[in-house]
């Protein structure tokens, strides 16, 4: 497949309106549903056995939460009031030695620096939070961390589209940072149309698998004829064979843990995936090792496979 360049900078429509509506959640900082407890209790419970697998080892431990939030969460039905990801790292028994908060909004970044200062005064000096754009600031992170004394957790929790695939690839080459990553499986569904009429999600679908090859993998010629088919004039012709969609969730769920496998040496099989209450899929939770050591693969895997199955 030729790979497109991709502009970080360029976020798709759909990922657009979803981050004008995050921008206008920022006091309130309301998302998520009855899966998102569900979604905390797992990330947390892998933190902790993360931190107790690594107390004696001589590497340095880097927790990377990218979409950090202000540190509290209502979700959007209103009925829960959650503590979020980046105030339960810094509330962990055990502790990193740094952590390192990207968040895009501005008041949401400072209310998570008055969270800190104010809740965890004897952490701030280990604390670094950037205001930003996740793939760039991320970027920055791995640039600037010797990833040869140091091993890290990141916590990728978009919105929706964000995460670029390129970003990934840069978390694999670290070959030091497990990564849970919310996929946005109810987006991708819906960029994905039926009739394959998906001209104007091309680009981002590219830029969220990392090539083109998902147009193979969900779509197929149509093999109903019609009597344009028969009797083509030249506006059927001018548009090319009929596609039609070929994509189950399962489909579309193996798929999207065989491209993360193509650039992670380890990957879970065992995705969590969190549906909404008409049990359509929302998103899909998939844990990543870019350490190439089998013996860590072994312990970070059957701990969030054990985590996965059970939690």
């Known amino acids: 497949m030729v790979r497109k360049k991709q502009s970080s900078s360029s976020p798709c429509k759909a990922e657009g309106i979803l981050m004008r509506m995050g921008k206008q959640m920022a006091t309130s900082q309301k998302f998520g549903g009855h899966w998102t407890e569900e979604k905390l209790n797992i990330f947390t419970s892998y933190l902790d056995a993360y931190l107790i697998a690594l107390q004696n080892q001589k590497f340095k431990k880097i927790y990377i939460d990218a979409f950090a939030g202000t540190g509290e969460i209502e979700t959007s039905d209103g009925e829960q009031h959650l503590v979020g990801s980046a105030k339960r790292a810094l509330s962990a028994d055990m502790k990193f030695d740094h952590y390192y908060f990207i968040e895009a909004d501005d008041q949401k970044a400072d209310e ?50 964000q ?21 946005p499986f109810s987006v991708l569904e819906r960029m994905l149309p039926k009739n394959g009429k998906y001209d104007r999600w091309e680009d981002c679908i590219d830029r969220l698998l990392g090539d083109s090859g998902w147009q193979t993998e969900f779509y197929r010629k149509d093999p109903q004829l ?22 189950n969730p399962e489909h579309v769920k193996d798929y999207i843990i065989s491209r993360l496998e193509t650039i992670f040496p380890c990957v879970s099989k065992h ?41």
């Open 226 to 247: 019609t009597l344009f088919d028969i009797f083509p004039d030249e506006t059927t012709i001018n548009q090319g064979e009929r596609l039609v969609k070929d994509a």
């Open 271 to 311: 995705p969590r995936i969190f549906r909404n209450v008409k049990r359509s899929p929302m998103f899909l939770f998939c844990f990543a090792i870019s350490n190439k050591s089998s013996a860590a693969q072994n312990l970070a895997l059957k701990i969030a496979d054990y985590i996965l199955k059970n939690k």
């Open 163 to 183: 995460v670029n695939w390129t970003t990934l690839v840069d978390v694999s080459r670290t070959q030091s940072i497990d990564v849970w990553y919310l996929f």
């Open 112 to 161: 998570l620096r008055n969270m800190v200062n104010t809740e965890f005064p004897l952490l701030m000096r280990m604390v670094t939070i950037y205001c930003g754009d996740a793939n760039d600031k991320l970027a920055q992170i791995i640039n600037d961390v010797d990833w040869r004394y140091n091993r890290g957790l990141l916590f990728l929790d978009p919105y929706a589209t």
